[in-house]
T-cell receptor, first 114, second 117 residues
Framework: ETGVTQSPTHLIKTRGQQVTLRCSSQ?????VSWYQQALGQGPQFIFQ???????GRGNFPPRFSGLQFPNYSSELNVNALELDDSALYLC?????????????FGPGTRLTVT | KQEVTQIPAALSVPEGENLVLNCSFT??????LQWFRQDPGKGLTSLLL?????REQTSGRLNASLDKSSGRSTLYIAASQPGDSATYLC????????????????FGQGTILTVHP
């Protein structure tokens, strides 16, 4: 167990809807990263938050947004859902934002868009 | 742009065999490399983390090596067991964008390992 939790476990949404996924980091970790993993693929980096500010972003459109709160929780919001957004969404927390810090992953949220 | 490739895509072995999983990356300017295990429909379990200054790490029956100059890492699993059956993912860490460093992981597509009794 990494101490990183995510909710909900599974979610089904309709194309065009909006969704919020939640993550609770390990206590003391000020950095959280989000990844999208399509079926049969490796995870793809969405963005990272450090001390409640976006600290880096992958190749994802602006309809993917996030929030990080002082209590070690964070959210991933996706607007105008598309069928291709169906995937496993993983969050990972780390002690700090530097490159050498190990990232600890949560169990993921499986999103299905119909 | 960093690209990570894992070979083979799938591997099936009898219990007790020693095996090697391969990972290669295109940009040798990495900060670390991490091996993960993923069971079907589940999250990622970290197996080994190798910092860029290290050559290898060991944990129980697992040994991972890193050769930055050639852009390669291997994960060696000794005396494989059916419980080792899972997808194994390699990820390289670190990225710089506009002078701000952040710990982005770039993953390979994984090797699906099946160990049969």
């Amino acid at each position: 167990e990494t101490g990183v939790t995510q909710s909900p476990t599974h979610l089904i949404k309709t194309r065009g809807q909006q969704v919020t996924l939640r993550c609770s980091s390990q206590s003391g970790h000020n950095t959280v990263s989000w990844y999208q993993q399509a079926l049969g693929q490796g995870p793809q980096f969405i963005f990272q938050y450090y001390r409640e500010e976006e600290n880096g972003r992958g190749n994802f459109p602006p309809r993917f947004s996030g929030l990080q709160f002082p209590n070690y929780s964070s959210e991933l919001n996706v607007n105008a859902l598309e069928l291709d957004d169906s995937a496993l969404y993983l969050c990972a927390s780390s002690l700090d934002r530097g490159q050498t810090y190990e990232q600890y992953f949560g169990p993921g949220t499986r999103l299905t868009v119909t | 742009k960093q690209e990570v490739t894992q070979i083979p895509a799938a591997l099936s072995v009898p219990e007790g065999e020693n095996l090697v999983l391969n990972c290669s990356f295109t940009d040798s300017a990495i900060y670390n490399l991490q091996w993960f295990r993923q069971d079907p429909g589940k999250g990622l379990t970290s197996l080994l983390l190798i910092q860029s200054s290290q050559r290898e790490q060991t944990s129980g029956r697992l040994n991972a090596s890193l050769d930055k100059s050639s852009g390669r890492s291997t994960l060696y699993i000794a005396a494989s067991q059916p419980g080792d059956s899972a997808t194994y993912l390699c990820a390289v860490g670190g990225a710089n964008a506009g002078g701000t460093s952040y710990g982005k992981l770039t993953f390979g597509q994984g090797t699906i390992l099946t160990v049969h009794p």
